[in-house]
């Protein structure tokens, strides 16, 4: 079974520009996560799809920021436009229920420029 | 305060030995708590979950949960090489929101 991939592994931009972060969960994962951790701190929640609808977004930091799941399948993370501010590792993570045990993918690293 | 603080590293220890990790969480409603092991470069592998009070053993590994405290741990026994990684405390109120701390370094020395 394969587990959860993000694409792309690495990601360098200059501030302004717009980046979009896909993440694929395991198959018939209906639950997908969002996760950040910049230089030096903790993994943070950023969001949280049930299928296709966010259940709980409390984590995006400012409206620069958009997730979709559409169709319930794959999700994307676009900011737009890209700070200096966003650098960092962006994890992607699937159960299959919500208390389910979460896999996390590789994580794309960010960095802005 | 941070809502979950693990003792700072790096931790190193020799082969064999028993390596000990701390965490201590703020919001006394967390239901759940989850070690994580990550491979540097590599995604957060989930090594052990824990729910109620108590030890749970897995293997080489146990976690020890005290909600009075606050605290939970995690016990790595017959540190192997392979053992050498970052380990993430996280902990859930709500199910599927985890909150992370920082992550100790562990370091097993041949």
């Known amino acids: 079974e394969a587990g959860v991939t993000q694409f792309p592994s690495h ?23 969002w996760y950040r951790r910049v230089m030096g701190k903790e993994i943070k929640f950023l969001l949280h799809f049930v299928k296709e609808s966010k259940q709980d977004e409390s984590g995006m930091p400012n409206n620069r920021f958009l997730a979709e799941r559409t169709g319930g399948t794959y999700s994307t993370l676009k900011v737009q436009p890209a700070e200096l501010e966003d650098s960092g590792v962006y994890f992607c993570a699937s159960s299959q229920a919500a208390r389910g045990t979460q896999y996390f993918g590789p994580g794309t690293r960010l960095l802005v420029l | 305060q941070k809502e979950v603080e693990q003792n700072s590293g790096p931790l190193s220890v020799p082969e064999g030995a028993i390596a000990s990790l701390n965490c201590t969480y703020s919001d006394r409603g967390s239901q ?33 949960l005290n909600k009075a405290s606050q605290y939970v741990s995690l016990l790595i026994r017959d540190s192997q090489p392979s053992d050498s990684a970052t380990y993430l405390c996280a902990v859930s109120s709500n199910d599927y929101k985890l909150s992370f701390g920082a992550g100790t370094t562990v370091t097993v020395r041949a």
């Open chain 1, 11 to 33: 990601s360098v931009i200059e501030k302004g520009q717009t980046v979009t972060l896909r993440c694929d969960p395991i198959s018939g994962h209906d639950n997908l996560y």
């Open chain 2, 32 to 64: 759940s708590f989850f070690w994580y092991r990550q491979y540097s470069g590599k995604s957060p592998e989930l090594i052990m979950f824990i729910y109620s009070n108590g030890d749970k053993e897995d293997g080489r590994f146990t976690a020890q």
